[in-house]
């Protein structure tokens, strides 16, 4: 069955950096496109990022735009969120997505179990 597990989350102070990675199995990984969603307290889950299953193609949310990189190694079946100058309003659960190709959660046929990211002010 398909997994995918997230890993890097954590405590940062504002203005720091966390890498979060996504390593996932039983799917042709370099034949889906992988995406990265959000969801802080009392929100609903919004889309953070997405990537081709090439890595060639890349979209991000306004919000994160500048500040994070989505990239793949499709020889490790892993997809990273590099988070660059953290802001407190970052602070959420992350979630892996893959299946989709774009911004809207209902495109995603499998998703990961989330990683805490909080960024301190």
Do not use: H
Not at 3 to 29: D, H, I, K
Not at 32 to 54: D, H, L, N
Request: positive net charge.
């Amino acid at each position: 069955q398909v997994q995918l597990v997230e890993s890097g989350g954590g405590l940062v102070q504002a203005g720091g950096s966390l890498r979060l990675s996504c390593a996932a199995s039983g799917l042709t990984f370099g034949r889906t496109g992988m995406g990265w969603f959000r969801q802080a307290p009392g929100k609903e889950r919004e889309f953070v990022a997405v990537i081709s299953r090439s890595g060639l193609f890349t979209s991000y949310s306004d919000s994160v735009k500048g500040r994070f990189t989505i990239s793949r190694d499709n020889a490790k079946n892993t997809v990273y969120l590099q988070m660059n100058s953290l802001k407190p309003e970052d602070t959420a659960v992350y979630y892996c997505a893959g299946g989709g190709t774009g911004r809207d959660l209902s495109e995603y046929d499998y998703w990961g179990q989330g990683t805490q990211v909080t960024v301190s002010s």
